[in-house]
Structure formats: C-alpha cells, structure tokens
C-alpha cells in the first residue's frame, strides 16, 4: 500500500485505451473507497456524479485522453 502501483496500472491501462483510439474513459469507485477515488484523481480524473449500481452507491469519473 502507498507504493503508488495502483496510480501507475491506471496510467498503463488509459495508454493503452489511447492507443486503441479511445478519446475518453469512465472510471469508477465505490464512495467509501478513498485510496481508488485518489488514484482516479491523480490519473486526471473529473467526477460526473454518483449512480446507484446493482443497490450500491458508485462515483463515476471520466478521463480525458489527451
């Protein structure tokens, strides 16, 4: 933990969407999960909003692919 993998695997998995040709990608988390909220955000990501999902509350984010 804190080693910053996470961060990193996001950022591998979003050049490879670019590489693909995607524009931008929807990320999400549950709300009380803080460390995957951090990791979204530090990968660029802007919050859309809240939907509930099979009866749970998830945030979605969306990742411009520049």
Same mark, same amino acid.
């Given at each position: 933990?804190?080693?910053?993998?996470?961060?990193?695997?996001?950022?591998?998995?979003?050049?490879?969407?670019?590489?693909?040709?995607?524009?931008?990608?929807?990320?999400?988390?549950?709300?009380?999960? @803080?460390?995957? *909220? +951090?990791?979204?955000? =530090?990968? !660029? @990501?802007?919050? *859309? +909003?809240?939907?509930? =999902?099979? !009866?749970?509350?998830?945030?979605?984010?969306?990742?411009?692919?520049?």
């Amino acid at each position: 933990r804190g080693k910053g993998y996470a961060k990193e695997m996001l950022r591998l998995n979003l050049q490879n969407c670019k590489d693909r040709g995607l524009k931008k990608v929807m990320v999400t988390c549950h709300p009380w999960n @803080g460390a995957s *909220e +951090k990791t979204i955000l =530090a990968n !660029g @990501g802007i919050y *859309e +909003k809240s939907v509930m =999902a099979d !009866g749970e509350e998830i945030k979605r984010y969306w990742i411009i692919l520049d």
